[in-house]
């Protein structure tokens, strides 16, 4: 029996020629799914708050041997000019801007949202939600809209199901998830507008939800491990490539099963 193939499933250099923004890219998914869209033929603009470790992981993602460039750019992603000179910088270099992945995010509060520090509530909106559309418009000014593109937010499964103890974080990220819906509809049929919805992923970010210990936090997931950054980074990939022309609006969960089980 001849096998199936589904053309550039396969094709691990079906981004050739495009031009990536990421955001939150310093370490972890972020850094993560530059070096997938590198792999995949991509050049790529990091940015990330911080210069110093950006410059590191700028270091590393070029020392991987990938044909794709690599440019770094540190701000502010709730910043309106750290975001319009990241989409300038990006054009300019590469003279387009097809991708867009909105990785940054922030969690400044845990526990009762009744206990919760409005100020801190109100950042994590700013950043996980209003920054990323802010992102949205400024690409769409500058590139995609006469151009088309492809857009992933990464999101949360804690936006899909209540945790109780990363509430407000949770609560940005169905508000994200919502967004990307919306602007599915409103950016086609030229852009395309999906997320991603990790579990708890292995990152420096993520550290207090596995601090009991892997098998302990692991033992409710189907597939009995946490996630790695790479488990993201490669459905992130496909998302953004010709694979995936037909997907838009879609939240997809890379939870190594955890949601599945009805807990969280």
């Known amino acids: 029996m001849t096998p199936l193939t589904f053309g550039l499933m396969s094709d691990e250099s079906n981004l050739v020629g495009r031009a990536a923004l990421i955001t939150g890219a310093s370490r972890g998914i972020g850094q993560a799914i530059a070096a997938e869209l590198l792999r995949r033929g991509a050049n790529v603009l990091i940015t990330a708050r911080k210069p110093g470790p950006l410059e590191e992981a ?33 054009v300019s270099e590469f003279g387009s801007l097809d991708i867009l992945i909105n990785n940054t995010g922030i969690n400044p509060v845990f526990g009762s949202l009744m206990e919760a520090d409005l100020d801190g509530v109100r950042k994590i909106f700013d950043i996980n939600v209003v920054a990323a559309l802010g ?47 919306e602007l599915a509809w409103q950016l086609g049929p030229k852009i395309r507008v999906n997320a991603v919805a990790p579990g708890v992923v292995k990152t420096k970010f993520a550290s207090a939800l596995y601090a009991a210990g892997d098998d302990a936090v692991s033992a409710g997931y189907p597939l009995k491990r946490l996630g790695a950054p790479e488990d993201v980074a490669g459905l992130v990939g496909f998302l953004v490539s010709d694979a995936a022309s037909w997907i838009t609006g879609e939240t997809v969960r890379v939870d190594g099963g955890l949601l599945a089980t009805g807990g969280m």
């Open 58 to 90: 700028a270091a590393e993602l070029s020392a991987l041997g990938h044909p794709g460039k690599v440019v770094a750019l540190a701000g502010n992603s709730g910043d309106a000019n750290s975001r319009a000179e990241a989409v300038d910088l990006a």
């Open 135 to 181: 992102y949205v418009q400024q690409a769409y000014r500058a590139w995609m809209a006469e151009h088309g593109g492809a857009v992933v937010n990464v999101a949360s499964v804690a936006g899909i199901r209540s945790t109780g103890v990363i509430a407000a974080y949770g609560a940005s990220k169905a508000a994200l998830i919502r967004l990307t819906e």
